[in-house]
């Protein structure tokens, strides 16, 4: 990973069941469930059983 | 007369094999008819950036990906410039040769262009651009020394550098199976991933316009090349394009900001986007807005995240023409619905009020 001290990127995949209303405010809200800082990020996938795949790149450590 | 310009949003995601704007600045065609449809065009890089090739339109905004989330979301305000004074940070691994490419380049700008170019450095450390491609098959990425990248841009701003443009040495991929796809025009761009990463770290960490270009050995001529990725092939370097791009770039200020001229995410009149590819950040704020969402079913990628199935309400065209149609009525006060058939009738409603 990093070779010197400070933020570090690693890659990111989340499925989410969403809810009835706004998908941003509940992406935003399972990023930070699971403790996840995204720099970048898409929907990439609907499965009508797990949801929503969320991929894309994480920051380990914020800036 | 022709009406006030409709702000407008294009998103054509990187490194997702759009058809159209998936290789080598190919939407900038579209870019350029939304432009003049709109009279006022946001999109990002990616959707401008042709290597040697580029096109300058007082029309068209080029805002970075990290930057363009954020004004999609109302975050931030965009501030139109004349010029912007564009920092050039070469990363470390960067070979004698290929860094030499990239200063004379800079140099073109500055002497056949009149761009205002410096200062010019190197990041501290070798920056280690990896490539990776998710579970989708998009294109990701990452750098294994982001805090040398933060450092040297950090360095550039400190030295009066407004925007910046970072030059990364990218991992060679000759002979490779998905670099031939690309060639030949069915295939990811594997490089774009990375890069908009390397763009998104820096403007979230200093708030001014930067923009990338990949710093590669040179390819053997490929006779059958792809017209969409040919742009690539035609120099030493892609860096041209994003000099142009950056040196009008706008601002980034932080919402509320006020002032004459300011673009907010507010007075987005319109956002295009791939039918399949509507589940990034700016779209979602869009639609979440009301903001009208056209879906081009005409540029297909390797998604199929579509309105139906995030449950956005959209205008379906089959193309980038087409679109263009739809933003000028909208541009015009015109109803969308009055431009097709069968047009149902007015439904009742409550007399009260």
């Known amino acids: 990973m990093s070779g010197a001290a400070g933020p570090a990127l690693a890659p990111l995949e989340l499925w989410l069941r969403p809810q009835p209303g706004a998908l941003l405010p509940q992406l935003r809200a399972a990023f930070a469930a699971a403790g996840i800082e995204p720099l970048r990020w898409a929907i990439t996938a609907v499965d009508p059983q797990r949801g929503l795949r969320l991929e894309g790149v994480q920051l380990l450590e914020p800036l | 007369m022709s009406a006030p310009p409709l702000p407008t949003l294009l998103v054509i995601p990187t490194g997702v094999g759009c058809a159209i704007g998936g290789y080598a600045g190919d939407g900038l065609p579209a870019a350029r008819l939304l432009a003049a449809a709109s009279g006022c065009l946001i999109t990002h890089p990616n959707a401008l950036n042709a290597a040697a090739l580029y096109w300058s339109d007082p029309r068209l905004h080029y805002v970075e990906g990290w930057s363009l989330n954020r004004f999609a979301a109302g975050e931030i305000a965009l501030a139109p410039v004349r010029r912007q004074r564009l920092g050039l940070l070469l990363d470390a691994a960067i070979e004698p040769e290929l860094r030499l490419r990239h200063r004379q380049v800079a140099e073109a700008c500055r002497a056949s262009l009149g761009l205002t170019i410096g200062p010019v450095l190197e990041s501290d450390a070798p920056l280690g651009v990896s490539l990776r491609a998710g579970p989708s098959g998009a294109s990701w990425g990452s750098l294994q020394r982001p805090d040398a990248l933060l450092r040297a841009g ?33 295939g990811v761009d594997a490089l774009a991933g990375a890069e908009a990463v390397i763009s998104h770290l820096l403007v979230r960490h200093l708030g001014i316009p930067c923009a990338h270009a990949p710093a590669l050995a040179p390819l053997e001529p490929e006779p059958g ?67 009208p969402l056209i879906a081009v079913a005409g540029n297909p990628c390797l998604l199929a995240v579509d309105g139906a199935a995030l449950g956005l309400e959209i205008l379906t065209v089959a193309s980038y023409a087409e679109a263009a149609g739809l933003v000028l009525a909208l541009r015009e006060g015109i109803d969308p619905a009055a431009l097709a058939r069968p047009l149902a009738p007015l439904e009742d409603g409550s007399d009260r009020g």
């Not at chain 2, 990218?170 to 030949?184: I, K, M, N, T, V």
């Not at chain 2, 509320?256 to 907010?264: D, E, F, K, V």
């Open chain 2, 154 to 186: 950090e360095r550039l701003r400190e030295a009066g550098a407004t925007a910046i443009a970072v030059v990364a040495r990218f991992p060679d991929d000759l002979g490779s199976e998905a670099l031939a796809a690309y060639r030949a025009g069915s």
């Open chain 2, 225 to 291: 090349l792809d017209p969409r990725a040919a742009a690539e092939e035609l120099g030493h370097t892609f860096l041209p394009c994003v000099l142009v791009g950056l040196s009008r770039a706008p601002d980034l200020r932080p919402e509320p900001a006020t002032g004459a001229g300011l673009l907010h995410g507010a007075d987005l009149g319109a956002v295009v986007a791939p039918a399949g590819a509507l589940g990034g950040e700016a779209v979602l704020a869009c639609a979440e807005r009301g903001v």
